[in-house]
C-alpha cells in the first residue's frame, strides 16, 4: 500500500509527471532509432556519435554555454565526418569508431581536469540526470522523437530497402547515400536530446540493448520497429520512477533494465533453437 | 599404391542450429584416391570437408580418420578445442573456399605459405632455413615465385587460391582437402588450377577430396565421386556412373544431354 | 604554476626527472606503453578494436565495485576483465549476434554497473573512485608498479614465444586452426593478455582512457607499414612516446595525466594519418599517368 501511496504522491507532482512522460518518450525514441542501428550494424557509429555528443556537452559546458547546444553541434559534426572516414578504406570502421571515442574521451576528461569549479555539474553530463534536466532538452527529446518516428513512418520502405543492403537500394534508384546520412545524422540528434536525461556515456546503450532485445525475438521489420520502441519505453519508465524511490542514478538503472529485458529476451529468442537429434531415423528415411 | 583405408564415416549426421547439413553419411576413402564431391548448393559439400578435418560438430555417427576416432557425443560435439584432433590436423591440407582477404592483413604472401608448416614446426618454435627452403620450392611449383614479398591482400582471386593450395602442401599432407577451388575463376586459370591439383595428387601420392559445385571438373581427374543432395548421399562411384541423366535430373532437376560437359556446366551455374 | 616559457623547459625537464614521484611516472609510461601498444596491435589485427573498450569498462566496473565493498580495485578489476575477457570470446564465435551489437550490450552492463555503484557510494569516497575514470599516473605505489612491470614481462614473452602462431591467427583464425595449431587457445589467450594489461594500466591511466592507448599507436602503425614486425616495433615507439610526452605536457600545464596521454596519441594520429593520406594521393596521380 505504501508503494501505491508513494506511487500516486509521485504523479501528483506536475513536474515528476512530465519528466516520466518525456522520459518515456525519450526511451521510445532511442529505441525506434536503436531498430534502425542494430539492422544496420551501426552499434558502433551510435557509440562514437554518443561519445562525441558528449564532448561537445563537456565543451559547452566549459565554455558556459548550454551543454545541449555543444552536444547537438558536436554529434552532428561527427555523424559528417563518420561516413567519409569509414568510406576511406584503410581502417576498418571499428578501428575509426574506437579511435572517435578515444579522442572524445581524451578531450572531455582533459577540459573535465581543467575545470576548476561545477565539477559535478560536468559529471552529470557522464551518467545523466533525468530529475534535474531544463525546459528546453524536454522541448528537445518532443522533437527528436518526432523527427525519428516521422522518418519511419514517411521512409518506410526506403529504410527497408537500406537495412537490406545499401548497395542495392543505390542500385535500384533510392537516393540511399543521402538516406543513410540521414539516419546517422537522427542517431546525432537522437542522442544529444536524450544526453543529459540519460547521460553521455549511458545514452548509446540505450540505443542499443531495447532493439538488440526486439531483434532477437522478431524476423518482421516493423515488429522490430514497435518492440524496441516499447522495449526503450518501459526501461526509461521504470528507470525514472526506481530513481524516484531509491536514490539510485537514473541512467544507469535505465541501461540496466535495457540490458536486462536483453538477456529475458535472449532466452525466449527463437532465433536461438536448436533443433535435437536423438535417432538416426529421425534425419536418415524422411523421403 | 596400397589400399589402405584413411578415413571411414559411419552414419554420420551433422546439424547447425535448426538445419540438417548432413544426414546419415557413411563413406571410405581408401589412400591415394581422388574424390570428387558434387551436388547443388546446401547440399552439405564444405561440412563433409569440415567433418574429415574434424573442424565440424558430429551430432550422431562417428569418423575415424588417420587413425584418430571422433564420435558424437551428448549434444553434438565439437571438436574444435581439441588437443587430440589438432595432431590430425597437422596431418589435412585444407584449401577453404576461397573468400575476399582484408587487403590490410599484414602478412606477405611467403608467410602466409609458412602458416602451413606451423603446425608442424611446434609450439613456441621459429621457422628454419630448411622450412624457407619448403615455402620455396613450394611458390615455385604453384608459379607465384615472383609474389613471394607482396602482402597477400594484394594478390588476384587465381593467385590466392595458389597460395592456399601452396599452404596446404606445406604441411606435408597425407590428405588434401579442397573446397571449390575453382569457384569464382575464369575458364583459364580454372584449368591451371585443376591441372595443377591432379599434378601434385599423383607426385605427392597424396589422398584428395575436392568439393566442387560443376560436375564438369571431376570428369578427367577423380577417381570416384559423391554426389549429395540435401545432405543426403545420392550416388557414390565414377564419374560417369555418377552423373547418369537420372542422376543429374534428379539432384539438379534439368534435363542434361549426356557427354556435353560444356552444356552441364551452363546449366549447373543457373 | 604560471605558464613557463620556452626558454625554461629545459629547467623544468631537469626539475621533473629529478623528482621521486616523476621518475616513478616515467617507468609506469614507459611500461603502460609497451604494454598497452603490443596488445594494440593483436586486438587491431584481430579486428577486435571494440574489446579493447568493453575490457576496460569491465575492469573499470570491478574496480568501483571493488572499491565499494572496501577491497583493493585491483582485484575486482582483474576479476571482471578476465570475465568479460572470458565472455567476449563466445559471443564473437558463435556469431549468433552481430560481434558489434553483444559487445556493446556487454559496455552497457559494466557501464551501467560502474555508475550505478559509483552513485551509491557516499560524496567523501567517490572522488578516489573518479581516479580510477581518467586515472593518476603520479600517485602509482611499489605494489602497483611491481604488477604492471610483471605483466609487461608476461605479455612481451608470449608474444615473442607464440609470435608466429599469432601470425597465423592474424591471417585467419579458421586456416590457423586447419593447419593444427591451438587456434582457439591462442585466440583465448589474447583476450586473458587484453584483460591482464587493462587491469594494471587502470590506475595510472584511468579504465575509461586506456583502450585508447591501446588502439591509437597500433592504428596509427597501420599507416605506415604491412609488416606484422615493425607494426610491432612502430607501435611501442608511439605508444611510449605520446605517453612521455604527455606526462611532460601534464607536468608542464598541470592538467590530468591520462588525459593529456590520450589526447595527445590521438593528435599524433590524426598528423600521422593526414600525412600517409596524402602519400596515397600521390600514387594514385603517377598511376593515373603512367596509364
Known amino acids: ?80 565526418a563518420i561516413g567519409p572516414v569509414a568510406d576511406k578504406r584503410e581502417l576498418s570502421t571499428d578501428t ?48 527528436s522523437f518526432i523527427l525519428v518516428i516521422g522518418v519511419v513512418i514517411f521512409f518506410y520502405k526506403e529504410v527497408q530497402a537500406i537495412i537490406f543492403n545499401r548497395e542495392i537500394s543505390l542500385g535500384i534508384g533510392l537516393p540511399a547515400y543521402w538516406l543513410f546520412y540521414g539516419i546517422i545524422f537522427l542517431i546525432g540528434i537522437t542522442v544529444a536530446a536524450n544526453l543529459e536525461s540519460i547521460g553521455g556515456l549511458l545514452v548509446s546503450t540505450l540505443i542499443i540493448c531495447p532493439a538488440a532485445a526486439a531483434y532477437q525475438l522478431t524476423y518482421n521489420l516493423k515488429h522490430l520497429f514497435y518492440m524496441a520502441g516499447f522495449f526503450g519505453g518501459i526501461s526509461c519508465c521504470f528507470g525514472i520512477m526506481l530513481s524516484y524511490f531509491i536514490d539510485v542514478p537514473c541512467g544507469a538503472v535505465i541501461v540496466l533494465i535495457s540490458s536486462l529485458i536483453f538477456f529475458i529476451s535472449n532466452i525466449f529468442s527463437p532465433k536461438r533453437k536448436v533443433k535435437r537429434i536423438k535417432k538416426l531415423e529421425e534425419v536418415s528415411d524422411v523421403y | 599404391m596400397n589400399n589402405d583405408v584413411v578415413t571411414s564415416l559411419r552414419n554420420v549426421v551433422v546439424s547447425y542450429r535448426e538445419d540438417v547439413a548432413l544426414r546419415d553419411i557413411s563413406l571410405e576413402v581408401k589412400q591415394g584416391e581422388m574424390i570428387g564431391i558434387a551436388g547443388p548448393n546446401g547440399a552439405g559439400k564444405t561440412t563433409l570437408l569440415t567433418i574429415i578435418n574434424g573442424l565440424g560438430q558430429l551430432v550422431h555417427g562417428e569418423a575415424c580418420v588417420l587413425g584418430h576416432l571422433m564420435s558424437a557425443g551428448q549434444r553434438g560435439r565439437d571438436f574444435r578445442l581439441s588437443w587430440r584432433i589438432a595432431k590430425l590436423r597437422k596431418m589435412i591440407g585444407y584449401v577453404p573456399q576461397g573468400s575476399a582477404i582484408d587487403p590490410r592483413v599484414p602478412i606477405r604472401v611467403k608467410e602466409a605459405v609458412m602458416i602451413g608448416r606451423y603446425g608442424r614446426i611446434g609450439l613456441g618454435k621459429r621457422p628454419k632455413e630448411m622450412d624457407w627452403e619448403i615455402v620455396n620450392d613450394l611458390l615455385k611449383l604453384v608459379e607465384i615465385k615472383h609474389l613471394a614479398d607482396k602482402p597477400i591482400g594484394h594478390l588476384s582471386g587465381g593467385e590466392q587460391q595458389r597460395v592456399s593450395i601452396a599452404r596446404a602442401l606445406a604441411q606435408d599432407p597425407y590428405i588434401l582437402l579442397l573446397d571449390e577451388p575453382t569457384a569464382f575463376l575464369d575458364w583459364r586459370s580454372r584449368s591451371e588450377i585443376l591441372q595443377l591439383i591432379k599434378q601434385v595428387h599423383y607426385q605427392r601420392q597424396l589422398t584428395t577430396l575436392f568439393v566442387t559445385h560443376d560436375p564438369a571438373d571431376t570428369f578427367d581427374i577423380c577417381d570416384r565421386v559423391v554426389l549429395l543432395k540435401e545432405g543426403r548421399l545420392k550416388a557414390l562411384g565414377s564419374p560417369k556412373q555418377v552423373f547418369s541423366p537420372e542422376n543429374l535430373r534428379d539432384v539438379y532437376g534439368t534435363t542434361i544431354l549426356e557427354g556435353n560437359t560444356s552444356g552441364i556446366s551452363r546449366n549447373v551455374d543457373m | 604554476m604560471e605558464l613557463p616559457y620556452w626558454r625554461e623547459i629545459p629547467v623544468v625537464l631537469v626539475e621533473m626527472l629529478t623528482c621521486d614521484f616523476m621518475q616513478r611516472a616515467l617507468v609506469v609510461g614507459l611500461l603502460g606503453g609497451i604494454v598497452c ?163 594494471a594500466t587502470l590506475q595510472p591511466i584511468g579504465g575509461l582512457l586506456v583502450f585508447s592507448l591501446i588502439i591509437t599507436p597500433a592504428a596509427m602503425s597501420y599507416h605506415l607499414t604491412d609488416n606484422l614486425k615493425h607494426l610491432f616495433i612502430i607501435s611501442v615507439v608511439f605508444g611510449v612516446f605520446s605517453c612521455w610526452v604527455g606526462l611532460f605536457l601534464s607536468y608542464l600545464f598541470n592538467l590530468p595525466s591520462g588525459a593529456t596521454i590520450v589526447t595527445l596519441s590521438a593528435v599524433i594520429f590524426l598528423m600521422v594519418s593526414v600525412f600517409s593520406s596524402n602519400k596515397v594521393k600521390d600514387l594514385k596521380i603517377v598511376k593515373g599517368d603512367y596509364k
Open chain 1, 1 to 80: 500500500m505504501i508503494i501505491l501511496e508513494n506511487l500516486i504522491g509521485m504523479f501528483s507532482y506536475g513536474f515528476m509527471r512530465q519528466i516520466l512522460l518525456i522520459g518515456t518518450l525519450g526511451g521510445v525514441t532511442c529505441g525506434v532509432m536503436g531498430a534502425m542501428v542494430v539492422s544496420m550494424e551501426l552499434a558502433l557509429v551510435g557509440m562514437a556519435i554518443s561519445h562525441a555528443a558528449f564532448l561537445g556537452s563537456v565543451i559547452a559546458f566549459f565554455v558556459g554555454i548550454n551543454p545541449l547546444i555543444g552536444a547537438i553541434i558536436c554529434s552532428i559534426l561527427a555523424s559528417a
Open chain 1, 96 to 143: 575509426v569508431m574506437g579511435l572517435i571515442v578515444a579522442v572524445a574521451h581524451g578531450l572531455a576528461f582533459l577540459l573535465m581536469g581543467m575545470m576548476v569549479s561545477a565539477k559535478t555539474d560536468a559529471l552529470n553530463l557522464m551518467w545523466g540526470n533525468a530529475l534535474g534536466v531544463d525546459m528546453v532538452a524536454l522541448e528537445t527529446v518532443v522533437i
Open chain 3, 37 to 199: 601498444s603490443l596488445v594494440g596491435v593483436l586486438v587491431t589485427s584481430l579486428r577486435l578494436s571494440f574489446i579493447g573498450p568493453v575490457i576496460s569498462h569491465a575492469a573499470f566496473a570491478g574496480g568501483i565495485i571493488s572499491m565499494f565493498l572496501g577491497y583493493n580495485p585491483l582485484i575486482g578489476a582483474l576479476i571482471f576483465s578476465l570475465v568479460a575477457a572470458g565472455l567476449t570470446g563466445p559471443l564473437i564465435d558463435r556469431g549468433e549476434i552481430n560481434p558489434d551489437t553483444s559487445l556493446g550490450i556487454l559496455f552497457a552492463v559494466t557501464i551501467g554497473f560502474a555508475f550505478l555503484f559509483m552513485g551509491l557510494m557516499p560524496y567523501a569516497e567517490r572522488t578516489e573512485a573518479y581516479s580510477l575514470i581518467w586515472g593518476s599516473i603520479l600517485t602509482v605505489t611499489n605494489n602497483d608498479l611491481q604488477f604492471l612491470m610483471m605483466i609487461s614481462l608476461f605479455v612481451v614473452g608470449i608474444i615473442a614465444l607464440f609470435y608466429k602462431e599469432i601470425q597465423a591467427i592474424i591471417f585467419n583464425r579458421e586456416i590457423a586452426l586447419a593447419v593444427g595449431l591451438p587456434a582457439y587457445w591462442i585466440f583465448y589467450g589474447i583476450l586473458f593478455l587484453t584483460g591482464l594489461t587493462v587491469t
